[in-house]
Structure formats: C-alpha cells, structure tokens
C-alpha cells in the first residue's frame, strides 16, 4: 500500500516559506540557516524552489531519488529540485502545458548545476529506447561544449558561465525527447582580452593549450606554454579540481556525439588559436609627417602565423590595423589610427571573433540537437541566467545593467504568472478574489525599457548621435529626461533630494530596483553599447579563406556593405529579451531560486550577510509576500480530509460522505474561525498558516494518542499471537513427545516381544530337534538292526547255498568219479596197457612244439631285451636257460660280423666302460661316440704334414686339447698327439712341437669323477720329462685320450700299466711346486664348459657345472 505523505512531516523548520510565521527576513534567513545546517538545501516558496549551494557532492541525487520522487504530487515528499522537475514534466506530458523552468541566482549559486540537475532528472524519467537516447545523449552533451567556451573560472565560481542560456527542449505528445533549441545571451566576450585579477580566461583556451596533441598544437601553431600569450592570464592558469586536458578530451568527444565534423572541430580550433594569436600582436607608434602617431605591427611573427592560420594575406590585415576607412555620403576616407586605436581595434576583433564564433557553435549545436518531426511539440524551456548581480561600491557598469534589466523583466513575469495563476485557481475554485497588495515592478522595466525615454533608447539615442558622444553626456541625458522617475536617482539630476547623498557618486546613477537599489557607474557605456568593429577589419576577416572565419564576418562581403550602424548591445539585447519574455508567457512557469551559502565556495559555512543580500536582490520576501497575497495555503479536500480526519470522531476513522462535507464537519468540529479559510471546489483555503499549524499541532498529538492506541492493541494483538502461537506450539511438542514416548515403549515391548519369541522357538525346535534326532536314531537302529538280520538271513542262506553247492559239487564229483569209475571199468577192456603215456608224451610234444614257435618273435639284436612269457608253470627253468642262450647265441653271431678295427674300436670301448663305467660322470655321453682317434686328420690336413712327418711312429689320436696354465688357470689351445711310445704337445698354429714325453716317464693320469674333460698328465719324479713338471690338460675326448694312454700301458709289455686316478682332488706337480685341483659342482650359471679359476698358490678350482 502506497503511504500518503506531506511535505509537512518530518519537517526540518519549514519546508515551504509560505508557511513561514512570522514572515520577516530575520526569519527567513533563520529557516534557510535551520535547513542548510541539517542538509536541507532546497526549500520551497509555494511552486517556487529555493536552491542552497552545498559546495559538496549529496547523496541526493541518485536513481532512488529519481525513483522516490517519480510521479509524486509536489508537496508530497520534503522539497527538493526532483519534485520541481517531475510536476513540471508530468504537466507537460499529461496536461500539455508547455513549461519553462527560470533558474536565477547568483554567480556561483548553482544555477548551472541546478538545470544540469532538472535535464538529467527529465532524461531518467522520460521513455527510453535508442533514438530517444540519442536525442537525451546530445542535448545532454551540448552542456561540455558550451561551458568549454562560455565557462571561465572567477574568483566567484571556478566554473562561471559567462553567458545567459536559455534551452527549450522538446517532447513528442508520449515525453520522449526529440530534440531542443539553444539561445545564448550576453557572453561575457570582454573576458577575452583581459581577465580580473585570480581570474581566468575561457576554459577552451587553457584545455587546448593542455590537452591537445602535439600535432595538433603544431598545426595551429601553438605552443603549450600559457605564459607566451598575453590573452591568458597567468595567475590562475591552474584551478585546484581542474583537469583542464581531461576536460580537453571530453570536449572533443561531447562535439562528437552533438554531431561536429572532424573538419568543423579543426576549424573551430584553429579561431581559438587565432584568437590568441590576435593577442600576440603589438604595436608601435611611427611619427608621420602630420604631427600624428601612425601605429606599426611590432613583431610581424605572430600576426604571420595567423595569417597563414586564417587564409589572410598578411599586408590586408596588417593595413586594417594602421588605417581606418570612414565612409560617409559616398565618400570613403582613410585615417591612420594610432598604437591605442590599434589596441582597440586589434581587441575589439578578438572579443567579436570570439563571441561569434561562441555564438556559431550555439547555432551549430542547435543545427544537431533540433526536433526532426514537424509535430507540434511540448516544450520545457530551462533558463540559466545570473540573478541580480550587484557589485559593492557602485562598481556596476553596462553588464549588471542589462541583467538586472533581465531580472526586472523576469520578476515582472513571475509576478504576472503569479498572480494571473493565483487568480485563476480562485476563479477555477469558486473563492472570491480579493485584491492582493503588491509591488508591481512594472513602472521599473518602463524605465529602462520605454522606446521613447527609457534608459536605453537613450544610450542608444546617445551612441547614434553625431559630434562628441562620451558617457558623461550620456548621464546628463539621464539626469534631464528620467529625473522625475521614482526610481532613479542620481546627483546632477534636477530632484534637488539628491544633491547632497554622499552615497552617490557624480558619474553614478542608481535605480531602485524591485529588489533593492543598484549604484551604477556610466563609464564604458557607450562604448559597450557600440560595441564597434572597425569594417576595415571585418572586411579583412572575410577575405580570409578559412570558410568558417568567413562564415562569421558577413558584414564583411563588400558586395554588401551596409552603411547602417549594426544594432547597439543594449537594443539586441532588449530585442532578445523581448523574445524570450514573450516565449516565457506562453509557458507555465517553475522558479528555482539558487543562493550561494558563502564567498569561499567551502561546504558547511553559512555567511548570514551574504545570503541576506542574495534573499533580498533575488526579492525573495516579495515572493513569499505575493505568494501569500490571498490564501497561504491551500488543500485537496481529500488530502486534508486524509490528514486531519483524527481530529473529529464524525470523520476517524473514516469518512463515509463526499470528501467537501467531511472537510466542512472536521474544520467545524475543530471550531476554526469561519474567516481562516474558505471552500473551493476541490480544495480548501487556508488563509493563515498559523491556523495550519495549529491544525497539525492537533494532529500530532492525536497521532500520538492513536499511536498509543495502536501500539496497545498491537502489543495485545502481539500477546496474543504469540501466546497463541506457545500453544499451538505446546501441542505440537507434546504431540511430538507421545509419540516418541509411545514409539519407544513400542520398541521395548517389540525387542522384548522378540526375545520371548526367539526364546519359545528355540524351546521349540530343540524339543522338535530332539524328536527328530530320536526318531532319526531310532530309523538308524531299526536299518542297523534290519541289516544285522537281513546279513545274518543271507549268511546263513549263503552258507546253506554254499552247503548245497558243495553237495551238489561232491555229488558231481562223485558222480564224475563214478561214472568214471563205471566207463573205466567199461573201457578198461577195450584200451592197452601202455596208451595213456602215449597221450601223455604226444600231449608234451605237441605243448613243446607250440612253446618253440612262440619264441621265433624275437630278433636277433644283442640290444633286444624281450621274451616271450613262459607259457607253462613247468617251463620256468627251461625258459631262463633258453633265454640265456639264446642271448649268447644272437651275440656270438652278432661278434662274427666285425672286422679286425671295429673290433679294435670296441675292445677300446669296453676298456672305457672297465675303467670309467660308474666312476665318471663323463663316461655315458661318451659311450655313443665312436673313438675316431685322428681328429686332426693329421695325415691328408697339409698344415700338419710337418708335425706329421716330424712323428717317428703311428699317431694313435690327435686332438686339440686345452693347457692349463696354472697362473691363471686359463687354457691356451695345443695339440695333443698319441703314438705308442711318446705323446707329443705342438703349437696350435705353427704344428711346433712344444713338449714330447716317452710314455714311460708317465707315471699316473687323474680325472675327476665328474663331467668335465679335465685330466691330469703326472710324471715319474726323476724321469726326465718331469723337470717341466705335470701336464694339466683338458680335452673333449678326455674319456677316448685316456682309454687309449691305459690300452698303450697294458698291451706294451716293456712298461708298467698306467694308474689311473678317478677322485675330485689331486695335485698336479708344476715345475717345484704342488698345486692343489678340485673340482666343485657349480651352478648352472658357469655355462656348459668346466672352468677352471686359480684361488690361490696352492689351489686351483673347477667347477663344473651340475648335470
Ligand atoms: N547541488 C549541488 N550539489 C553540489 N555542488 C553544487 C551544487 N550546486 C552547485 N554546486 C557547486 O557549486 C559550483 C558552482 O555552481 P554553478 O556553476 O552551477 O554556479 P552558477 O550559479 O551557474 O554560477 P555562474 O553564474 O557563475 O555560472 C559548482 O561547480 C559546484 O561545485
Ligand atoms: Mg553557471
């Protein structure tokens, strides 16, 4: 639900000033003062919003705010500039009253913010969508480029406009933005030329000066020192808070989006440049043959450069500078002008270059941001224009004359539009207008305004007037004409009343204003109200072929030449305001007020002299006053019905009856004087705002009797939801807790349940168990007792089976032996006595016969093992003998078949099998081979036919046999020879015979019991082969070398048999020493090969591998 509030809740002194009682300055300021301490800078006088500068950023303005005040009525919410900006723009949209929005106030008030304030609050509330931000955006962003140029820092405001503005923006009939139109006034072009102490020139100067490139500068011939222009004044040149090239950037990119060309912005640009270029140029005097000075260009550099900047040729310009044309009645003549005419002139052309060049952008902004439908548009106009502008000391000259005129004039429509609101809101309600008492300021425009003796129809009377015009006989023509005004003043007028007012100087006049009286000083008013521009200069400047500069001197065209004066200042500018006051009349009006809280631009001070004076130019009492002319205040009945109905019990707490009659009841009931207010049709008029306060006093304190009330029954309403709620709670928790209670009863009773169970079916089934096992028990014995039986049954039936078989047996073998007995006896006769050894000896023949061909199966191989089985228990003896010799036979046989060598090579083999059969692993691999004995083939292989022939006998075996050496107990390869009576070793390679020994000396041979071809050769210790000592040899056919060295032993008679030795340790003889050799069984690593590793001096090791 959407609260109603008022502007009088919360309220910081009073928010309205209409309200305020008494109404005095005293009391006016106080508020101001009250409110500005407790951040309140915005107060309203009626629809009129005073503005305080807080010189610090609130956090009023953000979009909450924006959100806050939307679519609120005015009074609704505590004042603030939002809630002026929304009515005004809601009454645009939705009632299609056009609306111009007046900010007045003084330098540095805040004006410029203010309607910066009012635009962006109107662009966050207006529609959206791309166009319309485009339009926001661009007029949004005029403001950068227009305060670039028209901005200066004073010593008032770092960011001064030096220029009146007025915008009208325009909105389709929805509120959406389509575009605006810009007017300047007044700009402030004497800045140009020469600043104020601690002031400055233009922004734009300083920006471009900081901000552009190098390049740029270059190609407008710029330098970035200020110091090296004399248009700059150089003891501000930086503002604290200024970032002059930032701003710089933000300009360009503002001209962007308003829409400038690049080519625009350049030459836009390079006139700023020219500008202080212009300032550059000096004079000299040069005497002339007639006595007068005749100026001369000083230093030609500068006003070079700006020639080649503008497109002018230099010696036009420099001509314009030293010589003036007069042109009168078709004459034209030419007068030299001296170095301060030169100064003037060179001046006057910046400041004129300058002012149009501000007022070509203004046209070229308008040019981009105007409406592009041909609709009728609603139009908000926000003027930002200085208030009352007043400088101590009767310092006010031409300036503060016209805008203090502009003041007047806007006052005068404030009060016009006003009033004419006032008095139509009586006639719309049906109250009766009562006359209001007021000041009308009206007789005050006349007398600046009036076309026949207004002041200014007379300064221009003056400044068009032939002979001697200077501001002195300017004044005496005030003094003449205006002396009877009531509001001007001055010494030498003929009012006698002020001859002797000390306060007032003699080139002074002063004019009471509606907000109090200015001291005007007339020096610099006719001149300023020429504003003249010699034409030899403007039409140099067209010659120019920079279009721009051009553009901006058209009085220049000698196609052209106009011999009429221009229009004075004071005339344009009366001109413009006229425009401007009649645009203003046709638009509902909304006032922002701005006031500076002090002199220093600090936040937190109030200066109570310095606001006094700003409350009484801006005459803002007056506007309290006027405001307050008929009915101060003024209600909805239903909102006053909504507010103070607490007041009556008819109307609390509700009214049920038109909103009017409840109004009527309640004021009646409350007993407010019938005279204090009065009904219209909608609303009700509140005459005095004390009656009004005294109504909300009333309500206050019924609102806090209603809020005892209400927090009563709250508070019971409270109480009793939360007792309700206790308890709900209670039997929710006790619900809870049975059921948790009986759930654990429930469990116990279960397990318990349980056990009882398991322990009744355990009882159970052991009993069943039990009975099972009993009667499985019983099966058993009954099975156990039946096989007992059934076995004893089949027993005895065996037995009488067996019985009855045995009878039957005896009774066939008896009856067998019987009828035998009785065919015998039968046959007996018919056989001889001799006949059964017959059968017998034919039966054992005819048994043999069968038995002896069975045998032929089996072959005649020795290796054959087989033999028949004996087929009869009898033939047992015969069977062995016969198999016996039977072996001998088929061996004999086998015997016969050998020749003479075989036979040989088998005795050899069967004097291997005596000797090594079962005492050397070796011996079975040898058995299959055949002892082939020359393995070198000695006799055909020619490498050894010089061994061959060098061997006096047979060689029985030759083979390659390793000789241990018993250093190392490594082999180096030999040849071994066997003949009957020596063995010979020789060199491998060259067939030299290394050792011969005669076999006698051969004392002994030694092998191991293993598989290695070890075999040591021992010597007969004093022979004389022994001196080399033993031979340790190793050889594959150590089982043949060994067989043959034994055969030699035991077939030669002359010696005695070789020994030899069969055991896994003997010692070898080497030279003196004994040397252990034994032979260990080494894993299968070592390989296949023995080998052989000397371990010490004594000990040489084999290790064979295992079989
Ligand atoms: N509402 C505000 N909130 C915060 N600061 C403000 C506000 N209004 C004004 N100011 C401060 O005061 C300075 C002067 O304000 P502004 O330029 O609007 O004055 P002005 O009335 O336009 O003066 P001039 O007539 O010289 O142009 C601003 O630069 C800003 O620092
Ligand atoms: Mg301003």
């Known amino acids: 639900m959407e609260v109603k509030t008022s502007l009088l809740d919360n309220m910081i002194g009073v928010g309205d000033m209409v309200l305020l009682e008494p109404l005095n300055e005293d009391s006016f300021i106080m508020n101001l003062r009250n409110r500005f301490d407790h951040n309140e800078i915005y107060t309203y006088i009626g629809s009129v919003v005073i503005s305080m500068n807080p010189y610090r950023s609130l956090p009023i303005y953000t979009p909450q705010k924006v959100e806050e005040y939307r679519n609120r009525n005015f009074y609704e919410l505590s004042p603030h500039i939002y809630a002026l900006a929304d009515e005004a723009y809601r009454s645009l949209r939705d009632q299609d009253k056009d609306q111009c929005i007046l900010i007045t106030g003084e330098s540095g008030a805040g004006k410029t913010e203010a309607s910066k304030l009012v635009m962006s609050y109107v662009a966050a509330v207006c529609g959206k969508g791309q166009e319309v931000n485009k339009v926001k955006e661009q007029l949004l962003q005029s403001n950068p480029v227009l305060e670039a140029f028209g901005n200066a820092k004073t010593m008032r405001n770092d960011n001064s406009s030096r220029f009146g503005k007025y915008m009208d923006i325009e909105f389709d009939f929805k509120g959406d933005p389509l575009g605006g139109v810009i007017s300047n006034y007044l700009l402030e072009k004497s800045r140009v030329c020469k600043q104020p102490r601690g002031e400055r020139n233009f922004h734009i100067f300083y920006q471009l000066l900081s901000g552009a490139s190098d390049d740029t500068l270059m190609k407008l011939k710029l330098d970035r020192d200020f110091s090296k222009y004399n248009y700059l004044s150089l003891d501000s040149a930086n503002v604290n808070g200024l970032d002059d090239a930032a701003s710089f950037r933000t300009v360009r990119n503002a001209m962007q989006i308003v829409g400038f060309m690049e080519a625009e912005v350049q030459s836009v640009l390079e006139l700023v440049a020219a500008v202080l270029k212009l300032g550059n140029i000096e004079f000299k005097p040069e005497s002339r043959v007639n006595g007068f000075d005749e100026s001369r260009v000083k230093d030609k550099n500068d006003l070079k450069e700006m020639c080649e900047l503008l497109g002018i040729e230099q010696s036009v310009l420099e001509r314009a500078f030293s010589y003036r044309t007069v042109e009168a009645k078709m004459e034209k003549m030419s007068t030299t002008l001296n170095v301060a005419q030169a100064y003037y002139a060179r001046d006057a052309l910046a400041k004129n270059l300058y002012s149009r060049l501000f007022s070509w952008l203004v046209t070229r902004i308008n040019e981009s941001i105007k409406a592009q439908a041909k609709t009728r548009h609603k139009v908000m106009g926000v003027l930002d224009i200085y208030g009352f502008e007043i400088f101590e000391e009767g310092d006010n000259s031409f300036e503060q004359f016209i805008i203090n005129y502009c003041n007047e004039k806007l006052q005068q429509i404030f009060i016009e539009l006003t009033l004419r609101e006032e008095q139509e809101e009586y006639i719309r309600e049906d109250i009766e207008w009562t006359n209001i008492e007021y000041f009308n300021n009206a007789v005050i425009c006349d007398l600046i305004e009036n076309n026949q003796n207004g002041i200014l129809a007379m300064l221009d009377e003056e400044c068009l007037r032939p002979g001697t015009v200077t501001d002195d006989t300017f004044l005496d023509k005030l003094n003449t004409i205006c002396a009877e005004h009531q509001h001007f003043e001055s010494r030498l007028n003929k009012n006698s009343k002020f001859l002797t007012d000390h306060s007032l100087p003699h080139s002074c006049f002063r004019i009471q204003h509606y907000a109090g009286k200015v001291l005007y000083r007339v020096e610099g008013f006719v001149d300023k109200n020429n504003d003249l521009l010699y034409r030899d200069l403007s039409q ?568």
């Open 540 to 1107: 140099a400047m067209y010659k120019a072929t920079h279009s721009l500069m051009r553009q901006l001197f058209p009085e220049g065209n000698p196609a052209k030449v106009n011999l009429k004066r221009p229009p004075t200042a004071g005339f344009q500018f009366k001109a413009s305001v006229g425009v401007l006051m009649k645009n203003l009349q046709t638009k509902n009006p909304n006032y922002i007020r701005c006031i500076k809280p002090n002199d220093k631009k600090v936040a937190h001070i109030f200066t109570d002299s310095l606001v006094c004076h700003q409350v009484r130019y801006l005459g803002l009492v007056e506007n309290v006053r006027v405001r307050r002319a008929g009915y101060a205040f003024r209600q909805p009945y239903e909102s006053c019905l909504e507010r103070y109905k607490m007041l009556c019990k008819k109307t609390w707490p509700q009214w049920r009856g038109p909103a009017r009659d409840g109004v009527e009841v309640l004021l009646t009931d409350c007993s407010v004087p019938t005279e204090e207010f009065a009904y219209g049709r909608s609303k009700i008029f509140i005459r005095n705002p004390r009656t009004l306060f005294t109504l909300e006093e009333r309500r206050r304190a019924c609102l806090e009797d209603l809020a005892t009330l209400i927090q009563k029954i709250y508070r019971g309403w409270k109480s009793r939801t939360h007792f309700l709620l206790l308890k709900k709670s209670q039997v929710v928790v006790a619900a809870w807790y049975r059921r948790y209670a009986q759930q654990n009863k429930y469990q116990k009773i279960k397990s318990a349940t349980l056990v009882m169970q398991s322990f009744i079916r355990g009882w159970k089934a052991r009993n069943i168990l039990r009975q099972l096992k009993y009667e499985k028990r019983c099966k058993e014995a009954v099975t156990t007792i039946a096989a007992y039986w059934h076995g004893t049954q089949a027993r005895r039936e065996l037995r009488r089976l067996k019985e009855e078989a045995r009878r039957k047996h005896a009774v066939a073998v008896i009856w067998a032996y019987w009828l035998g007995l009785q065919v015998r006896r039968e046959y007996r006769k018919f056989f001889r006595a001799n006949a059964g050894k017959k059968i017998y000896d034919f039966t054992i023949q005819r048994i043999m016969q069968k038995y002896f061909l069975g045998l032929k199966t089996t072959t005649m191989s020795p290796m054959d093992n087989t033999w028949p089985a004996k087929p009869y228990g009898f033939l047992e003896g015969a069977h062995t003998q016969l198999r016996r010799i039977f072996h001998l036979w088929r061996c004999k046989k086998y015997r016969g078949q050998f020749t003479e060598e075989k036979k040989a090579v088998y005795e050899e083999k069967l004097e291997a099998s005596e000797i090594f059969k079962d005492k050397k692993a070796l011996y079975p691999s040898s058995v299959s081979q055949p002892f082939k004995g020359d393995y070198l083939e000695i006799q055909k292989n020619p490498k050894y036919q010089k061994l061959n022939s060098a061997m006096e006998e047979k060689v029985l075996l030759a083979d390659l046999v390793n000789k241990i050496n018993r250093a190392n107990g490594k082999g180096s390869p030999r040849l071994f020879l066997l003949t009957k009576s020596n063995f010979v070793l020789a060199d491998q390679k060259t067939g030299q015979v290394k050792a011969s020994v005669p076999l006698p000396d051969l004392a002994s041979v030694s092998v191991s019991t293993q598989s290695d071809g070890f075999f040591a050769l021992k010597l007969k210790e004093g022979s004389a082969s022994a001196s080399k000592g033993d031979f340790l040899l190793s050889s594959e056919h150590l089982i043949e070398i060994i067989t043959k060295l034994h055969r030699i032993g035991t077939t030669a008679a002359d010696r005695d048999q070789i020994n030899i030795d069969i055991s896994d340790e003997f010692l070898v003889q080497f030279k003196q020493d004994k040397v252990c050799v034994k032979f260990i069984q080494g894993g299968p690593k070592n390989g296949n090969s023995a080998a052989c590793k000397r371990k010490n001096n004594r000990l040489l090791e084999v290790s064979v591998p295992s079989p």
